[in-house]
């Protein structure tokens, strides 16, 4: 089966720099991705790791340890939309397993 | 751009009743997933499909089954809906197993 830690909720200060961590255990890994979802809205995607290292897309970065079973979700500069819930998620063959999520809260 | 859309944005039904949610994708992608969404829980994986006819269990199938006969709608039926089931169910839709997933809006269902 398919297991994935992540921490329920982080809070950090406008401006700041913020670490999500999530640590996996499956079977048929091809890869880790990350996905934020607001408030009533539908999740979407934010990056992909299928090698071990840093991915950057703008403020965001995300690291993956293949050896570790580990990766996080790196997020600068702040902002006040960034509060909202991100996942983890396990690509695994053709499931694409989540994680429980973390909700982000960014207070000024 | 990709668009997923579920039938329904919110739905009530009574317990026993046989409901379907449907999905429509327009992108050509191969896989689809019907996951549920609960406070403090994330997103459960239902079912998927990674081809037409094509289905597999995920981790909390017990009382869904799923079809797919068109690739581009796959379908998610509680045989019979107890309030248990009362959830938000998101579709999901990818063109391969190494690359981004597209959500629908979502459809709450409450089961009465």
């Known amino acids: 089966g398919q297991s994935l830690e992540q921490p329920s909720e982080v809070t950090a200060v406008e401006g700041a720099i913020v670490q999500i961590n999530c640590t996996y255990q499956t079977s048929g890994f091809y890869g880790l991705s990350w996905y934020q979802q607001h408030d009533g809205g539908a999740p979407t995607f934010l990056s992909y790791n299928a090698l071990d290292g840093l991915e950057e897309t703008g403020r965001f970065s995300s690291f993956l340890s293949r050896s570790d079973s580990y990766g996080y979700l790196l997020l600068q500069e702040l902002q006040m939309k960034d509060s909202a819930s991100y996942f983890c998620?396990?690509?695994?063959?053709?499931?694409?397993?989540f994680g429980k999520g973390t909700s982000l809260l960014v207070t000024p | 751009d990709v668009k997923v859309t579920q039938s329904s944005r919110y739905l009530v039904k009574r317990t026993g009743e046989k409901v379907f949610l449907e999905c429509v994708q327009d992108?050509?992608?191969?896989?689809m997933f019907w996951y549920r969404q609960d406070p403090g829980l994330g997103l459960r994986l239902i079912y998927f499909s990674y081809d037409v006819k094509m289905k597999e269990k995920g981790d909390i199938p017990e009382g869904y089954s799923v079809s797919r006969e068109k690739k581009e709608r796959f379908s998610l039926i509680l045989e019979s809906a107890s309030t248990n089931q009362t959830s938000m169910y998101l579709c999901?839709?990818?063109?391969?197993?190494?690359?981004?997933?597209?959500f629908g809006q979502g459809t709450r269902l409450t089961v009465v």
């Open positions: 998620a396990v690509n695994s063959g053709y499931a694409l397993n």
């Open positions: 992108m050509d992608h191969e896989n």
């Open positions: 999901a839709t990818r063109t391969g197993e190494k690359s981004e997933a597209f």
